[in-house]
Each structure stands twice: as C-alpha cells, then as structure tokens.
C-alpha cells in the first residue's frame, strides 16, 4: 500500500542518513501490518463535513462570537481555543533543547519526582471540565507513554473535540499494533512527531538515544505517512532549530516537501525567549527565507506564510496566553501563562466548566494585556507556535474574521 517513494526531487540524501531504501520497505510492511487493524474510513472522514469537524466550527463560532464580546470590552479573559494537557513529565527521550517553557527539562522534573499525574478516571474527568474548549493538544514529557492514551482520546473524541498530539514518535507503530489502539487513527486529528535531523548519529545524540532508536522514529513517520492512504489525519514533523542543526533543518525542509509532510519548525527557544542570536544567525535568516518561498509554492506547512514568519523571527506578534490553557500532570492550569515565572496554579478538576475555572483564574490576575515588560506583565516574549496562535486569533476578534486571514490558518489545520 502507499505510493511512497524514495525519488526524492528536492532532498540529497547525505552521509549518515538511513538507508532509505530499507527504511521504506520496513516502513510498507508496518502500514500494512497497522492497517490490518484499523477498520476502513467511512464516506465523510477528512472533509470539512464530518459529523465531529462540523460540531467542533460551531463550537469555535459560538466561542469567537463570545471572545468578540469580551474583546470589545477589554476583557483578555477568553474562553480557551484549546488546551495543552502535559499528561506526564516523564520521556523517554532527553532531548538537548528540551523546554517545559519554566526553564525546566522534562524527564528532570520526573525524576525530581514530580510524577504524580492524574489518573484515568481523573483525566476523564478534566477532559468533561473543559469540553467548552474546541480542541485538546495531548503532550508531556512523552504523551504515548500513557497507557491510558486511547481511552482518553475516546473520552476526547466523545465530546467533540478536536485532538492533536505531539510525540517523539519512538513507540507509536508498536502501539499501533494493539487492539486497544484500532481507533486511534481514526480519531487523532493531528499527529505532530519532533524530528530535528536526518543525521542518524546527529539525531541519537540530539536525543540521548541509540542510533536504533533514532532509526526507528525516523521509521515511524514514514510509516504514518503511509498510513494517511489508509485513514486521513494530518501528519506534521516539528523540528526545533538551533545553532547546531541549521544545516539539518534544510534536509528535513526538503525531505518533508517531497514526502508531503507537513513541516512545523519553531526555533528553540530558552526560557521565555527565543535564542535571538540565533535569529541573527545568517544560515538561519537563509533558512527561514527558504521554509517562507516553500510556505508560498504551496508545501504543507503548519502555518501561513506569515505566520511563520512572525514566529521564526520572534517578531510582529503579541501574545494574549489565555487564548489557550497549558493544563499541567496533576491538573493544574499554569495562569495567566506557563512561562511566567509567579504563574499561579489553578486545579481545573476543582470547578464544573472551563468558564468556571477561567472566571475563579481571572479574580486572582486579570490577563488582560499580560503580556509585555511592565512589572506587571509576563517579561517574556515567548515564540511558540501557539504564542503565534494567539495573536492570529485576537487579530480575527478585531479585524473580523477574514480580514485577519484566520480562517485561512484554521482551514489549513482542519484539512
Ligand atoms: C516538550 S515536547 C513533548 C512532546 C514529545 N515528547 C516530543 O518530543 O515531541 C513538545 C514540543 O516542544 C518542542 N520543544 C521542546 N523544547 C523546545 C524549545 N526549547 N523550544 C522550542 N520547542 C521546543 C518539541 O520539539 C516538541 O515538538
């Protein structure tokens, strides 16, 4: 199955790169294998008129019109679009750059032993809580470590929402095997795997793994880029740029253009700021003026044009933090923002919506113009993807909704 091919047209393949012939041919006996576990696609599935898509734009309708509402009045304290639910700090994975945003690494805050999460029927229960949100970003640390993953995305699924994830991708085919994961596919909207070299040894040590392990992530894609023949989801490879790998960055730009991968690059960032001498870096202000010419050919990219390059320079953007929520393992919502250093932890399961935790957040510190270098203000100037996501989504509460070009950002994801 899968018309995958390993004619590459933009990408060189280069020394230490797999061997990609074998790679390919593991990668079609592993869709294939996956795919005898998967029940077909039904008639509607990866289009607009889904029964769940179509639920999940009247949700964000009804909740942009209340946003409007509360922009109109200078109230920043907005339903959330959507939430990142850090459901463990544990990986498996050490990613070099790894950021939880705080100035903490993951893996380090697991085993400082603050890997208390919550349970099965506790997650269940805070995916309830905030259903009023059109979408939920399954993360961590290593969200497929859960065991409990698909019976959280079945909760997800049941409520209409919109589920993304973002994985290193190590162990997801093996999972894929399961009965228990024969939905997942099927029910995962968006499936973002980090890939931050197509250097074997270069990506190992990026990921303080073995070069199998690194092979078998790499495996992995393919092989979910094969499966998109079987069931639609969007498929996008994020690669963390730093001084190290500019260079990589431009093979993983070409290879997921000839693959038609969608490509998500965001530089590192360090704390509450991106790295800016990389942003001066000439190599780097090369590459992004390459992601941006291949963003208007039309490659699959994860944001507009514009919006790339508002986030690959760290400028152009102002961030509005509750336009989402970053809920932690043990439940809490880091207010107004996660990267704030005197963020206050707010325990969702503690109230009955998402209004409800927003309204007992917001009597404690109002977001409204959070962010900025006032003493006040969050001192930061994060440049995350979802950072990104907030100024695009406040533009369309003031410029309208097609003038900002929003629509155009939330057709992209959804398609
Ligand atoms: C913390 S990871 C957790 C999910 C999963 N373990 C993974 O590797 O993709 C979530 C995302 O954050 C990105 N990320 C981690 N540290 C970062 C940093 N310092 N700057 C920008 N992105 C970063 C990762 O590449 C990944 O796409």
């Known amino acids: 199955m899968g018309e995958l091919t390993t004619k590459f047209i933009r990408y060189q ?3 230490n790169h797999p061997d990609w012939e074998l790679l390919f041919l593991e990668a079609k006996e592993l869709a294939s294998d996956i795919a005898g576990n998967i029940p077909p696609k039904h008639a509607l599935q990866g289009s607009l008129l889904e029964k769940r898509k179509i639920k999940v734009i009247n949700k964000t309708l009804k909740n942009f019109r209340i946003n409007k509402q509360k922009m109109s009045r200078q109230d920043h304290n907005f339903m959330p679009l959507f939430y990142i639910w850090t459901m463990t700090n544990n990986c498996n994975f050490n990613c070099s750059y790894c950021s939880d945003h705080r100035g903490n690494i993951y893996p380090d ?8 999460n919550l349970s099965t029927r506790e997650g269940k229960k805070l995916i309830e809580i905030m259903k009023e949100s059109s979408a939920i970003y399954y993360c961590g640390g290593e969200p497929t470590l859960r065991k409990d993953l698909p019976d959280l995305l079945e909760h997800s699924t049941s409520f209409d929402m919109f ?3 973002n994985t290193n991708g190590s162990i997801i085919c093996d999972l894929l095997l399961k009965p228990g994961y024969r939905l997942f596919l099927h029910q995962m909207d968006v499936i973002i795997v980090s890939l931050d070299s197509l250097d074997l040894n270069k990506l190992a040590q990026i990921y303080q793994v073995n070069r199998k392990t690194a092979e078998k992530t790499l495996r992995n894609i393919i092989t979910l880029s094969i499966l998109r023949n079987h069931v639609p989801f969007k498929l996008v490879a994020n690669t963390v740029i730093n001084s190290d790998n500019i260079e990589d960055t431009f093979d993983i730009l070409d290879w997921c253009n000839d693959l038609g991968i969608t490509f998500s690059p965001v530089s590192a960032n360090l704390g509450n700021q991106p790295d800016w001498e990389l942003i001066k870096n000439n190599d780097y202000r090369r590459l992004v003026s390459l992601i941006i010419e291949r963003a208007e050919q039309g490659y699959p990219m994860i944001a507009s ?8 320079r760290g400028t152009g953007f102002y961030c509005f933090p509750v336009v989402f929520d970053h809920i932690d393992h043990d439940g809490c919502l880091y207010w107004p923002c996660k990267a704030y250093k005197k963020a206050t932890k707010v325990n969702v399961l503690h109230y009955g919506s998402a209004t409800e935790v927003h309204r007992a957040a917001g009597d404690l510190v109002d977001p409204t113009y959070f962010h900025g270098n006032d003493p006040h203000q969050c001192q ?13 989504y406040v533009r369309g ?3 309208g909704i097609l003038m900002s070009g929003l629509i155009k950002e939330i057709r992209g994801l959804l398609k």
Not at 109 to 116: A, R, S
Not at 305 to 312: C, F, G, N, Q, Y
Not at 381 to 391: F, G
């Open 13 to 15: 393949p280069k020394e």
């Open 109 to 116: 805050l697991y085993k400082q032993g603050l890997k208390k």
């Open 163 to 165: 589920n993304m994830i």
């Open 397 to 399: 509460l003031t410029q």
């Open 305 to 312: 044009r514009k919006a790339l390059e508002r986030l690959l």
């Open 380 to 392: 930061g100037q994060c440049a995350w993807m979802q950072n990104c996501v907030t100024d695009m």
